[in-house]
């Protein structure tokens, strides 16, 4: 049984009598242990995603299941319950944090909340934490500012294994991190989900670090799922013209790599009251009459999903091309 | 193309606060040819944007404070220009491309007036044949002229670094400095970005100077590489000594940060530690506390530049022609 399973979740936004579709309709399922990304341009509805399942965002329609329980529409008790299981590392340690809060106030906040442990459990818990997150104790009392950008992710991610979660959403944990401190934290969050068999959905829109994390890649675009597919077999096989320029467009930190780049026309089209056609067509090259027409999910290969109806043409003709 | 545009000698600049000093450049040396694209790459804090700042003297001062150097723009030094003169070749003879094209253009004036505000200043004509200029710029940069009366709310992330683009190109400036150029936009807009800048450099013959912390844009654009850390260059040569040579613990330490799309590994092999707090810099290599293969006398005594193979500098005790 998938330990989260999303099925045609659509959140809209209202915007003056108008609707701005931020996802639309999106379904995947998520094992414990395993890692989906989601990847896409900013404004693809990735963030909101996110959001929605760990519901600080009321889903317009669709449903959420969690270890096999309809959470769509939960009630208090639940809910609560559920913020323990499900929880959330922000894109900006610099911003998520009270500045006039102190590391181990901020790590706590969710235990003493909970209100299951003693001041002292509490303490020790905290501790635990910091270690777990590799924070050393000296750090206990001091304050966000202090501290560099790692340090602060670091306490973010603490406070989001607080109530020992089994699902979390990463949205974009790295992207405010120079490489270096990067590299540590991609590290620490693998180690975690070693330990503790956590379930990632991990948001970015740096594609080579989603590559090296994810088990499984869902690439949107204004917010539909545009292909869905392990994340060797996606790199290895791309389907979709617009994953294809996407991947395309990732520099390589290697001057034997020529990767000959395909520069998509314009940019993203506006997500409010869109046509019913593929979304993606203003910019796609391959765009015809037929992509006027709404598109559906096609599984083309085992466990890889694509929403285009040239992807099958494109693909003969590139095997051609290749003979 | 050997003709040395610019030429940087010993530049040492700090910043002096109530509390300390900051060493931000620490007699750096750079010379770019004409024509040639140079990468400048490192962390958050090494000093790169202060050495873009200190060539077009726009470092705030104070703070800032230039102690020494001399940087020689077509064999004139500009640090001993008048203001006045300083203020001919800004924008002019060298432009700047910042970091975030959302906080570099002026809200309540139109895109168009923002070009031909350019032109105006520095060159003899009239309102109107500044107009008829800031509208081919729009052109060159993929800009409809339509638009020229339009604000910069008007324009996605994208469409307003290209308008950047077009005021700093708009005087063809013969040497270019890009700050982060392509940072705030998503790899796709980047793509068409770097693009774009690499026409324009190819036929208008300018020297761009790309500081940047991807090593992947650095490999798809420069032909040589300047890695700055604590303030100083620490290693410099073409982009395939960098890449292929890698000499410099700290550069080898950079690569094996970065998740690689083709790598099987589970762990990225980050460099432990921070960079130096560059008010209380050590005596001896910056990066000793932090280097792998550090020795007593890295701690002691400051590495001078040795020349590997012709023009691959390094700043280390132990390289010895790299890998």
New interface residues.
């Given amino acids: 049984m998938a330990l989260l399973e999303v099925k045609d979740l659509k959140k809209y936004f209202k915007v003056g009598s108008r609707f701005l579709h931020a996802v639309d309709g999106v379904s995947f399922k998520l094992e414990e242990g395993k890692t989906l990304g989601v990847v896409g341009e900013s404004g693809c509805g990735k963030s909101t995603l996110g959001r929605t399942i760990l519901h600080l965002l009321e889903p317009t329609s669709g449903q959420i299941f969690f270890e096999g329980k309809d959470i769509t529409k939960p009630d208090k008790p639940t809910l609560k319950k559920l913020h323990e299981d499900m929880q959330f590392i922000f894109q900006d340690p610099y911003a998520s944090l009270d500045p006039r809060r102190s590391v181990s106030e901020s790590i706590s906040e969710p235990l003493r909340l909970q209100g299951k442990m003693s001041k002292s459990e509490i303490l020790e818990e905290t501790r635990r934490l910091m270690d777990t997150v590799g924070l050393a104790s000296r750090f206990e009392n001091s304050y966000p500012h202090e501290l560099d950008g790692g340090r602060r992710q670091r306490i973010g991610i603490a406070r989001a294994l607080a109530l020992k979660p089994k699902f979390i959403v990463c949205d974009e944990p790295v992207s405010a991190l120079d490489v270096s401190i990067q590299a540590h934290i991609i590290n620490l969050l693998l180690d975690l989900q070693e330990q503790q068999k956590l379930a990632y959905m991990f948001v970015t829109h740096d594609l080579s670090v989603v590559k090296y994390i994810s088990n499984d890649i869902l690439v949107m675009y204004l917010g539909t799922m545009v292909e869905k597919a392990s994340a060797d077999e996606l790199f290895a096989n791309p389907m979709h013209p617009y994953t294809q320029a996407l991947l395309s467009a990732i520099p390589e930190p290697d001057i034997h790599v020529k990767t000959k780049r395909i520069i998509m026309q314009g940019e993203i089209t506006s997500p409010i009251d869109p046509k019913p056609g593929c979304r993606f067509m203003a910019r796609c090259q391959y765009a015809s009459e037929e992509c006027a027409q709404p598109q559906t999910l096609e599984e083309v290969s085992p466990d890889h999903f694509v929403a285009c109806c040239k992807c099958r043409a494109l693909k003969e003709k590139k095997a051609e091309t290749v003979e | 193309m050997d003709e040395v545009i610019l030429d940087i000698k010993d530049l040492v600049v700090e910043y002096h606060t109530d509390e300390a000093v900051i060493h931000a450049a620490n007699g750096v040396n750079l010379s770019v040819r004409k024509g040639e694209t140079i990468g400048l790459v490192g962390?958050?804090g090494a000093g790169k944007t202060t050495i873009a700042r200190s060539i077009l003297r726009i470092l705030q001062t104070p703070p800032a404070k230039l102690c020494g150097g001399e940087i020689y723009f077509k064999g004139q030094d500009l640090l001993k220009l008048s203001e006045k003169e300083m203020r001919a070749i800004r924008g002019n003879q060298i432009a700047m491309i910042f970091q975030d094209p959302m906080t570099s253009l002026n809200p309540v004036e139109t895109v168009g007036f923002q070009i031909a505000e350019t032109v105006r200043i520095h060159n003899k004509c009239s309102q109107a044949e500044a107009e008829k200029r800031a509208c081919d710029m729009l052109e060159m940069v993929g800009i409809s002229s339509d638009r020229f009366n339009e604000y910069p709310h008007q324009f996605?992330?994208?469409?307003k670094q290209r308008v950047v683009i077009a005021i700093a190109l708009a005087c063809n400036p013969e040497l270019l400095l890009a700050d982060e150029p392509t940072t705030a936009l998503?790899?796709?807009?980047?793509?068409?970005v770097l693009?774009m800048i690499q026409t324009l450099k190819e036929r208008l013959g300018t020297s761009v100077v790309l500081i940047t912390?991807?090593?992947?844009?650095?490999?798809?654009?420069c032909e040589s590489v300047a890695v700055v850390y604590a303030g100083d260059i620490i290693e410099y040569g073409s982009?395939?000594d960098i890449?292929?040579h890698t000499a410099h613990p700290y550069t080898v330490?950079?690569?094996?940060?970065?998740?690689?799309?083709n790598?099987k590994e589970?762990?990225?092999?980050?460099?432990n530690g921070?960079m130096p707090d560059p008010s209380n810099l050590p005596e001896g290599c910056p990066f000793a506390e932090r280097c792998p293969v550090a020795s007593e006398r890295c701690t002691k005594e400051k590495p001078e530049a040795t020349e590997l193979s012709p023009g691959h500098f390094v700043k280390c005790f132990h390289a010895k022609g790299g890998q």
């Fill in positions: 962390e958050t996605s992330g994208g469409m998503d790899v796709t807009i980047q793509a068409q693009e912390h991807d090593l992947g844009v650095v490999a798809g654009f982009v395939e890449y292929d330490g950079l690569f094996g940060s970065l998740p690689r799309l790598s589970r762990r990225l092999k980050p460099i921070l």
